[in-house]
Nanobody
């Protein structure tokens, strides 16, 4: 599966953005999907995850209540709605497909397919 994330940009504190991750391949709907982010000088960190059918979602504590992950399997797309953005949300955001049944879903190495990131910058 090939992934491409888009929708990033520059937004003021308190603003909103919606990221999209478009996937190619008929097997998209069989994968749980995750969003990760990486700020300059920091390690890649887990943001959110959604299971293959969209019935279960998980969030990092830092974004819980502000971000919402969703998916539309008819469009091969997963979304990340980001509200109440803060400067500390500034990072490159990447989507990824879970290709392994072992290991923690919080860790990047669980995900075998990655899209190019999209930059999100939140100004104070």
């Amino acid at each position: 599966v090939q992934l491409q994330a888009f929708g990033g940009g520059l937004v003021q504190t308190g603003g909103s953005l919606r990221l999209s991750c478009a996937a190619s391949g008929r097997t998209f709907r069989s994968y749980s999907m995750g969003w990760f982010r990486q700020a300059p000088g920091k390690e890649r960190e887990f943001v959110a995850r959604i299971n293959w059918i969209g019935g279960s979602t998980y969030y990092a504590d830092s974004v819980k209540g502000r971000f919402t992950i969703s998916r539309d399997n008819t469009k091969n797309t997963v979304y990340l709605q980001m509200n109440s953005l803060k400067p500390e949300d500034t990072a490159v955001y990447c989507c990824a497909a879970d290709s392994s049944s072992s290991g923690s879903y919080l860790l990047p190495n669980r995900y075998g397919y990655w899209g190019q990131g999209t930059q999100v910058t939140v100004s104070s």
